[in-house]
C-alpha cells in the first residue's frame, strides 16, 4: 500500500484503513535490541502463537530462557482497537544562493496504517522471586553449580553419583503478580465487661470472628456411655432455624430414618432427604450424636443407641475403601476412569486467568430450605434438589464408585459374596473391638480385596488395551493376594502396628471441623 501523501484541513492527513492484517501487541517490558532474543524470551513466534490460540493463558516472558530456573513474568491479555501506524520524516534541503540567510529544510510527512491491532498483551504485574544454582564457600563467594546440576549433554555414570545439594525450587513463590492493599481493620473498642469467645488460639490464623458452633455430641470408642438426648445449645438452634413446614418435613423424614436404621452417613442422609446442607449441620446434632473413633467412626448414631452392645450393630460399621492403581495393579492413575476427591491439578498457577462463576444464595431462599435462585435451582424440583446419587454411598457390583475413595457402611455394599464375608460370624459374635467391631479379624481387608478384584474386571472390561497379559484363574488368586499388597507375614506385622483410632481422617476432619 502506498503512503497517503493526500493531505486534509489544518494539516490532516487522509489514509486509507485496510481490513488486514489484524495484528497482536506485546507491550514489552524493555529496551528493544535485538528482536530474535526478545522472540526468544517469550518462547518464539510458537509460544507466542500457542498462547494467543487459548483465551485463558497469560503471555510468559523468561528474561533467562535458558535458565530452567528462571520464574516468568506473565502479561495480562486485553482486546483492543488500535492500529499500527508507520510514520516517516523526509527532509531535504534546499539550495542556499546567500551565504548569509538562514533556509530551512522541507519537511514532507509519510504515514502509512500497516495493520489493525484486536489483541494487546500488557506485562502489569511484578516478577516473582528468582532462585538461582549458585553455592556459597566458606569465604563467601558465590559459585555457579548450572554445569553440575543440568545435564546438557550424555553423561557416564559419575555424573550421577556426585554428591551435591538438591536444587529443586517450587514452580512458583508467590501465587500473586499484582500488589493488593490489606486494608487492616483497627482494633475494636468492647464495653466494659466484654468477654472474648472461648476459641482455642492454637495455630489460629487469620479468623474474623468465633465459629458458629452447631453444638455436636462428640463419643470416642473407649467411652463407658453414649448420649440419650441433645445438647440443650443444639435444641434451640434448631428451633431457632425451623421456622417453616417445610424444616418440619425434613425433620420427620430424618427421625424416621433413624428408626428404621440407627446409624448412618452423611452421605447416606443427603441421598434420601432434600435438605440445604446448612441445615442439615443444625439438625444431625439434634437427633443424633457423631463417633470419632472405632469401626463405626465419621457416622452419626441415634440418641441412647449404643452399637457397642448389639452383635447386629455390624452391619452399621464402616468401611474406607480406597481403588488401587499402579502399574503393578496393571493401570496407572492417568487410566483411571474414576476421578480423585482432590487434585494437584486444580492448583491455579499465575499463569492462568481463571474466572470464578457467581454462585448467588439469596436469604430468602435458605430461610425456605430450597435451593439457589437461577436455572441451576430450575433444572430440580423442591424435593430433591439438594439429594445426591445413591452411590455416594452404596456400592454396587458391575458399578464403579464415583470417587476413587469411599466410605461405606457394610449394609450398603449390595453383593451377594461380600454380604458373605460379613455375616461369616453370626450369632458368634463374643467381643466387639475398636479396629473390626463385632466382625471377624481382618474383614475388612477382605472386603477390599474383593472389592479392589471386581473394580479391576470393571476396567478390564472397559479398557482390554490395559490388560494385554491374561491369566488363568489360579494366577487371578495370586494376583489378587499380590494386589492386596500383604502376606501372612505382612498381616502379623500390621496387627502388631496398629494403633486404636488410626483410621481414615480426611473425611472426618471436613465434617468435625463444621461443628467444632
Not at 13 to 34: I, N, Q, T
Not at 457 to 474: G, H, V
Given at each position: 500500500m502506498a503512503a497517503a501523501r493526500q493531505r486534509g484541513p489544518r494539516g490532516s492527513?487522509?489514509?486509507?484503513?485496510?481490513?488486514?492484517?489484524?495484528?497482536?501487541?506485546?507491550?514489552?517490558?524493555?529496551?528493544?535490541?535485538?528482536v530474535g532474543a526478545m522472540l526468544r524470551t517469550l518462547g518464539g513466534e510458537q509460544g507466542v502463537s500457542r498462547i494467543y490460540a487459548d483465551p485463558a493463558k497469560r503471555l510468559e516472558l523468561y528474561f533467562r530462557p535458558k535458565d530452567p530456573y528462571c520464574h516468568p513474568v506473565c502479561a495480562n491479555r486485553f482486546p483492543t482497537s488500535t492500529m499500527l501506524l508507520r510514520v516517516r520524516r523526509r527532509s531535504r534541503k534546499k539550495q542556499q544562493l546567500d551565504p548569509e540567510?538562514?533556509?530551512?529544510?522541507?519537511?514532507?510527512?509519510?504515514?502509512?496504517?500497516?495493520?489493525?491491532?484486536?489483541?494487546?498483551?500488557?506485562?502489569?504485574?511484578?516478577?516473582?522471586?528468582?532462585?538461582?544454582?549458585?553455592?556459597?564457600?566458606?569465604?563467601?563467594?558465590?559459585?555457579?553449580?548450572?554445569?553440575?546440576?543440568?545435564?546438557?549433554?550424555?553423561?557416564?555414570?559419575?555424573?550421577?553419583?556426585?554428591?551435591?545439594?538438591?536444587?529443586?525450587?517450587?514452580?512458583?513463590?508467590?501465587?500473586?503478580?499484582?500488589?493488593?492493599?490489606?486494608?487492616?481493620?483497627?482494633?475494636?473498642?468492647?464495653?466494659?465487661?466484654?468477654?472474648?469467645?472461648?476459641?482455642?488460639?492454637?495455630?489460629?490464623?487469620?479468623?474474623?470472628?468465633?465459629?458458629?458452633?452447631?453444638?455436636?455430641?462428640?463419643?470416642?470408642?473407649?467411652?463407658?456411655?453414649v448420649p440419650t438426648k441433645p445438647l440443650d445449645a443444639a435444641v434451640q438452634n434448631w428451633k431457632k432455624v425451623c421456622t417453616n413446614p417445610v424444616d418440619k418435613k425434613v425433620e420427620e423424614e430424618l427421625r424416621k430414618l433413624f428408626e428404621v436404621r440407627p446409624v448412618w452417613s452423611r452421605n447416606a442422609v443427603k441421598a434420601n432427604i432434600s435438605v440445604h446442607p446448612d441445615k442439615l449441620k443444625v439438625l444431625l446434632p439434634y437427633l443424633a450424636y457423631y463417633m470419632l473413633t472405632g469401626p463405626w467412626r465419621s457416622l452419626w448414631v441415634r440418641f441412647g443407641y449404643d452399637p457397642r452392645k448389639h452383635p447386629e450393630a455390624k452391619i452399621y460399621q464402616v468401611l474406607d475403601f480406597r481403588i488401587r492403581c499402579g502399574m503393578k495393579?496393571?493401570?496407572?492413575?492417568?487410566?483411571?476412569?474414576?476421578?480423585?476427591?482432590?487434585?494437584?491439578?486444580?492448583?491455579?498457577?499465575?499463569?492462568?486467568?481463571?474466572?470464578?462463576?457467581?454462585?448467588?444464595v439469596s436469604v430468602h431462599d435458605l430461610k425456605q430450605g430450597l435451593g439457589s435462585a437461577g436455572t441451576s435451582g430450575a433444572k430440580k424440583p423442591p424435593s430433591s434438589r439438594y439429594k445426591l446419587k445413591e452411590s455416594v454411598y452404596i456400592f454396587r457390583e458391575g458399578a464403579l464408585p464415583p470417587y476413587r475413595q469411599m466410605f461405606y457402611q457394610l449394609c450398603d455394599l449390595n453383593v451377594e459374596s461380600l454380604q458373605k464375608i460379613i455375616h461369616r460370624n453370626d450369632g458368634t459374635e463374643s467381643e466387639c473391638t475398636e479396629r473390626d467391631g463385632w466382625c471377624l479379624a481382618k474383614t475388612s481387608d477382605d472386603l477390599r480385596d474383593s472389592m479392589s478384584l471386581m473394580i479391576k474386571?470393571?476396567?478390564?472390561?472397559?479398557?482390554?488395551?490395559?490388560?494385554?497379559?491374561?491369566?488363568?484363574?489360579?494366577d487371578g488368586k495370586e494376583q489378587l493376594a499380590y494386589e492386596s499388597g500383604e502376606d501372612e507375614d505382612d498381616e502379623e506385622e500390621e496387627e502388631e502396628d496398629f494403633k486404636p483410632s488410626d483410621g481414615s481422617e480426611n473425611e472426618m476432619e471436613t465434617e468435625i471441623l463444621d461443628y467444632v
Open positions: 492527513a487522509v489514509l486509507e484503513l485496510p481490513r488486514k492484517p489484524r495484528l497482536v501487541c506485546v507491550e514489552y517490558p524493555g529496551l528493544v535490541r535485538d540567510e538562514q533556509i530551512q529544510p522541507e519537511v514532507q510527512f509519510e504515514m502509512e496504517i500497516l495493520g489493525i491491532v484486536t489483541t494487546v498483551y500488557k506485562f502489569q504485574g511484578m516478577s516473582d522471586f528468582q532462585y538461582l544454582a549458585m553455592h556459597s564457600g566458606p569465604d563467601g563467594k558465590q559459585t555457579s553449580m548450572y554445569d553440575k546440576v543440568l545435564m546438557l549433554k550424555p553423561e557416564k555414570e559419575e555424573f550421577f553419583n556426585k554428591d551435591l545439594p538438591l536444587y529443586i525450587p517450587p514452580p512458583i513463590f508467590s501465587r500473586l503478580d499484582t500488589p493488593v492493599d490489606y486494608f487492616y481493620r483497627p482494633d475494636i473498642q468492647h464495653r466494659e465487661g466484654y468477654n472474648n469467645p472461648q476459641v482455642s488460639g492454637e495455630n489460629l490464623i487469620g479468623l474474623s470472628r468465633a465459629r458458629r458452633p452447631h453444638n455436636a455430641i462428640f463419643v470416642n470408642f473407649d467411652d463407658e456411655e495393579y496393571g493401570y496407572a492413575a492417568t487410566d483411571m476412569p474414576v476421578k480423585a476427591k482432590r487434585s494437584t491439578y486444580n492448583y491455579s498457577l499465575p499463569i492462568t486467568v481463571k474466572k470464578q462463576g457467581s454462585h448467588t474386571q470393571i476396567i478390564r472390561s472397559t479398557r482390554p488395551a490395559l490388560f494385554s497379559n491374561t491369566t488363568s484363574s489360579e
